[in-house]
C-alpha cells in the first residue's frame, strides 16, 4: 500500500453549530490547521471522537468531502467503518470512497462487544469489505476489557490478508502489547503499526510507527514531538513531552468516562481558537460547569496556546 501513516494522524471531532447542524466552515478551519503540521500525515474522520455514528449518511459523506478540501487533498482522509453487518459496512465503505476517503478503519460488530465474537467472522468483515469497496483498511484492536478484543491469531490472519495496511491498538493491556505487537512486527514488517492510547501514550510510544488519536486535534504540534523522540528511543525527552501534557492528558482523558473525552477535546479546540463553542450531539452530553475553565487552565500550563488559523 502507497498510504504512508508514519507519524500523527489525528481524529478530529466533527464541528457543530449551536443549533446542532454540521458546522462546514468550522471544519475548514480544524483541518487546515491540522493539515499544516509538519509530522501529520493524515486526518481520520468520522470515529469516536468525531461522533461519525451520531451523523446521517448524507452528513457522513460530506463530513469526509468537508475534510478532504480543508486539506486541499495533500493527506489521505481515512473513513470510521461503523456499520453492524458485512454487506451494510461495505456499503458505507463504497460511500466514503465516493466521497473521496483514501482509507478505513473498520469498527468491530457492535453487538460483539457485549457477546464476543465467533472465530473467523471478524476476518469475513474486513474481506467483505474490502472486496466490495477497494478500500485500503486499518485495523482496529478494541481495548482488552471489552469482547470485541481480538485474539493474536485473529490480528494475524486480518493483518495478512489483502488491503489491510496498518493496525490502530487500543488493547490498554501492556501484558498482551509486549506479546502482540513483536509477533505482529514479525510476521508482517511492512505492516503499520499505530498506538491509539491517548490516555497511555508514553508506554507505547516505543514500539510504534505512529500515533492515531483524537488527542492529535488539539496538541498535534507536541504529539509529532513525541512520536519523534519515541522513534529515536530517547526516552527522557518523551517522558518530558509527556509530563509538559500531564494536565491536559487529565482533563480531557481521566474522565469518568472516556466519551466525555470528546466534549473535552472540543473544550481544548476552543480554548486554541479553532472552535467557539463545544457543542455535542446526544447521548453525548455537556461537561459538568466549570469543566471548561479546568480544561483551559491545564492547556496554559502545558503551554498549548491560541493558533492563528487563515480564512
Known amino acids: 500500500m502507497s498510504i504512508d501513516l508514519r507519524g500523527l494522524s489525528p481524529a478530529p471531532v466533527t464541528p457543530f453549530t449551536e443549533d446542532g447542524a454540521v458546522d462546514y466552515d468550522a471544519i475548514q478551519r480544524l483541518g487546515s490547521w491540522l493539515g ?9 474522520v468520522l470515529g ?80 467483505d469489505i474490502y472486496e466490495e469497496s477497494g478500500l485500503p483498511l486499518i485495523l482496529f484492536q478494541y481495548p482488552d476489557n471489552t469482547k470485541a478484543s481480538y485474539n493474536l491469531d485473529t490480528q494475524l490472519e486480518i493483518a495478512g490478508q489483502e488491503g489491510v495496511f496498518a493496525t490502530k491498538n487500543g488493547v490498554r493491556n501492556m501484558r498482551r502489547w509486549y506479546t502482540e505487537i513483536p509477533a505482529l512486527r514479525a510476521a508482517y514488517p ?28 488539539i496538541a498535534p504540534e507536541a504529539l509529532v514531538e513525541l512520536i519523534e523522540a519515541g522513534k529515536a528511543h530517547d526516552y527522557d525527552r518523551a517522558h518530558e513531552i509527556h509530563e509538559r501534557l500531564l494536565p491536559v492528558t487529565k482533563n480531557v482523558y481521566h474522565r469518568g468516562s472516556h466519551m466525555e473525552g470528546t466534549v473535552a477535546l472540543k473544550w481544548g479546540l476552543v480554548h486554541r481558537g479553532i472552535l467557539d463553542h463545544a457543542t455535542v450531539r446526544t447521548p453525548l452530553l455537556p461537561l459538568a460547569d466549570g469543566a471548561d475553565r479546568e480544561i483551559a487552565e491545564a492547556f496554559a500550563i502545558a503551554g498549548l496556546d491560541r493558533v492563528t488559523v487563515a480564512s
Open 190 to 217: 511492512e505492516l503499520q503499526i499505530l498506538s491509539c492510547h491517548d490516555e497511555y501514550l508514553l508506554p507505547t510510544m516505543f514500539d510504534v510507527d505512529g500515533l492515531l488519536v483524537g488527542y492529535g486535534n
Open 48 to 127: 469516536h471522537a468525531g461522533e461519525g455514528t451520531f451523523l446521517t449518511q448524507s452528513e457522513q459523506a460530506k463530513v469526509i468531502a468537508a475534510f478532504r478540501e480543508s486539506v486541499d487533498s495533500r493527506i489521505p482522509i481515512v473513513a470510521g467503518i461503523t456499520q453492524e453487518g458485512n454487506a451494510v459496512a461495505a456499503e458505507e465503505a463504497k460511500r466514503a470512497v465516493d466521497a473521496g476517503a483514501s482509507a478505513g478503519l473498520v469498527y468491530p460488530s457492535h453487538g460483539w462487544l457485549r457477546f464476543g465474537y465467533q472465530d473467523g467472522a471478524p476476518q469475513t468483515r474486513y474481506r
Open 36 to 44: 499544516s503540521v509538519d509530522g501529520v500525515k493524515s486526518l481520520v
